[in-house]
């Protein structure tokens, strides 16, 4: 099956980084937001992130119309029945995406691949709740989805090679990527990433060094383009947090324990870049 049309349920940042990546690829996306306000919403600030570009000189005013011509948002779930492929966005809850997954199985074709942005939770556990196990994959784009070029293809014990290829397809069609990599918590990049990520804030926490410059040396000394602490806050500490304990559920690793000053930031809402404070100020 060839893959024209995708629906996006989510307009969170994932889930609007998706739609857009997938719409300027010249796929038909069709956007499923919770309500009509926050699909409009969503609408006008895809339609914002494309004037940006157009003024950067990245787009042209033809292409950016095109863009937003393919896109569709609907605060329903049986506008994407006629999608060949639904990526679902939404919160890093098991039972949310379970119940999801058992209404776009009622809702959309047999044919439809239904894929999962998740990054941590099993992809079996979702397949379970349809009767295409075979269409059932993940597809774990990176944020920011428009920048990042890497996307995981997660892929669960059930699931078929012609639905792989097919996913692979559309990920090199949207200029991204590719890995495959076995259903397993953490996939490649999250289950070497968040070893990092606590060590960073145990060393933090021995007083080896400054939060800043330890960010300074991983910059510095291995290139990467920004420290643990700068990524805790860009990704979301309460996001950081539910990572680490899916890990540590999955594999009972020391190195996967979420350390406790996180849990602490948690509570006090200093939990990052989108909150306006997390390891760093951003008010």
């Known amino acids: ?17 998706i739609a857009g990546v997938a719409a300027s690829a010249g796929f038909e996306v069709v956007v499923r937001s919770r309500s009509e306000g926050s699909a409009g919403a969503f609408l006008a600030s895809l339609a914002k992130q494309l004037d940006r570009q157009v003024e950067k000189g ?15 948002a609907t605060s329903s779930l049986s506008e994407l029945a006629n999608c060949d492929l639904v990526i679902e966005a939404v919160i890093e809850d098991l039972g949310v995406k379970r119940a999801l997954f058992r209404e776009l199985n009622h809702i959309c074709g047999s044919d439809t691949i ?59 069609r949207c200029g991204k ?6 259903d397993s918590t953490g996939f ?4 070497l990433l968040f070893g990092y990520l606590g060590n960073a804030v ?13 960010d300074r040396a991983m910059k510095g000394g291995c290139n990467f383009p920004m420290g643990p602490f700068e990524l805790y806050d860009l990704i979301g500490i309460d996001v950081c947090v539910a990572v680490f304990d899916a890990l540590f559920d999955e594999y009972r690793q020391q190195q996967y324990a979420c350390p406790p000053l996180l849990r602490r930031m948690v509570a006090a809402g200093h ?11 951003y008010r």
């Open 1 to 17: 099956m060839t893959i024209n049309r995708v629906g996006v349920v989510g307009t969170g940042i994932m889930g609007a980084g």
């Open 58 to 72: 990245k787009l042209s005013e033809q292409a950016r119309d095109e863009t937003l011509g393919r896109v569709t």
């Open 114 to 172: 239904l894929a999962s942005n998740t990054s941590t939770l099993s992809l079996i556990d979702l397949a379970s709740e349809t009767h295409r196990p075979d269409r059932v994959c993940g597809l774990h784009f990176f944020n920011p989805a428009s920048v990042m070029p890497l996307v995981e293809i997660a892929r669960p014990l059930t699931t078929s090679d012609e639905t792989i290829d097919e996913a692979r397809a559309f990920v090199e």
């Open 177 to 182: 990527h590719p890995v495959v990599v076995k």
């Open 188 to 191: 490649i990049v999250n289950a």
């Open 202 to 214: 145990r060393m933090l926490e021995q007083q080896v060094a400054s939060m800043e410059d330890i």
């Open 271 to 281: 939990i990052g870049r989108k909150a306006g404070k997390g390891f760093y100020d």
